[in-house]
């Protein structure tokens, strides 16, 4: 499908004047005063807040283990915590990524 400019032009403004017209109390996301994760460069959406980042790795560094072996414990520990297996979970998926 070919648009000429004008056809573009118009979609613009109409858009334009949508988004201009929209109350953003309207959005449930606004409303509860969430805020907008910026997206990494990638494209990913995953934001890991400052305060959490390098937890599991520290935790896995007291225990003598790497990463993924203390990942590995943590999910085959029925004593560990939900917080816990959550983020051993996302330590395996995690070394799946192609970055």
């Not at 979609?11 to 907008?36: A, H, T, W």
Request: aromatic share 6%.
């Amino acid at each position: 499908m070919e648009l000429n400019q004008r056809e573009l032009n118009a979609m613009y403004v109409s858009l334009k004047e949508m988004c201009s017209n929209v109350d953003l109390d309207s959005i449930p996301m606004f409303r509860q005063g969430s805020k907008l994760i910026p997206r990494c460069k990638n494209g990913s959406g995953i934001h890991i807040k400052k305060e959490n980042r390098g937890k599991f790795t520290a935790s896995a560094k007291k225990a003598g283990q790497s990463v993924q072996e203390h990942a590995r414990s943590v999910l085959n520990n029925p004593n560990a915590t939900p917080l816990q297996k959550k983020r051993a979970n996302f330590a395996r998926n995690a070394a799946k990524w192609h970055h």
